[in-house]
């Protein structure tokens, strides 16, 4: 059953550093998008992405964070300067088509720890 | 805004029990409701999803109600399994907005 997948799956980094996570969607999926889960807290929304242009983001995602498609297969989420409380699960979904009624498939996440 | 909110935060039972899981939206507008699972490590999977036209939608052991008056809307797990103990969370949407999930639901399911 084809699944997204998510690297790292655990990164650990210091405040102020970069951090790229890759994800690679579903094949044949044209919709992609970024969530972050705070230890204990809900999943929440960053951004979607769609014929490689930004189609929806949330307040959280600022200059700092950037989206890229660099090939046919990987998406990726930038960060630029990490701050401590960019510490969270970071999970990529795919989706097949627009919007909320798509299923919407998670990959493992990663967990990014600032210092 | 949106909020999706939880009542209870752990739910234990035993296995066989059916279990209850309930979730309250405040946006009026909300027409596309989901239920996940996330086991520990793991990212959130897809349970069962119901549209504002709807009432009542079944899966397989897992029924959701929508109930739009009040806001509130319920997963029903039957004959709760050992492999069901997970965190769940609804989400919700209005139109083609981004989902609001919910804070999740502990479910402890005991052999």
């Known amino acids: 059953e084809p699944e997204v997948t998510q690297t790292p799956s655990h990164q650990v980094t210091q405040m102020g550093q970069e951090v790229i996570l890759r994800c690679v969607p579903i094949s044949n999926h044209l919709y992609f998008y970024w969530y972050r889960q705070i230890l204990g807290q809900k999943v929440e929304f960053l951004v979607s992405?769609?014929?490689?242009?930004?189609?929806?983001k949330s307040e959280i995602f600022d200059d700092q964070f950037s989206v890229e498609r660099p090939d046919g297969s990987n998406f990726t989420l930038k960060i630029r300067s990490t701050k401590l409380e960019d510490s969270a699960m970071y999970f990529c979904?795919?989706?097949?088509?627009?919007?909320?009624?798509?299923?919407?498939?998670f990959g493992p996440g990663t967990r990014l720890t600032v210092l | 805004g949106e909020s999706v909110g939880l009542h209870l935060p752990t739910l234990s039972v035993q296995e066989g029990d059916n279990s209850i899981i309930n979730c309250a939206y405040s946006?009026?507008?909300?027409?596309?409701f989901i239920w996940y699972k996330q086991e520990s490590g793991k990212g959130p999977q897809f349970i069962i999803d119901?549209?504002?036209?709807?009432d009542k939608r079944q899966g397989q052991r897992v029924t959701v109600l929508l109930n739009k008056t009040v806001k509130h809307l319920s997963l029903q797990i039957a004959a709760t399994q050992p492999g069901d103990s997970a965190v769940y969370f609804c989400?919700?949407?209005?139109?083609?907005?981004?989902?609001?999930f919910g804070k999740g639901t502990m479910l402890l399911v005991s052999p």
């Open positions: 992405f769609y014929n490689n242009e930004i189609s929806e």
């Open positions: 946006n009026s507008a909300s027409d596309y």
């Open positions: 119901i549209r504002s036209n709807m």
């Open positions: 989400a919700a949407s209005a139109g083609y907005s981004t989902l609001t």
């Open positions: 979904a795919s989706s097949a088509g627009q919007g909320t009624y798509n299923e919407q498939f």
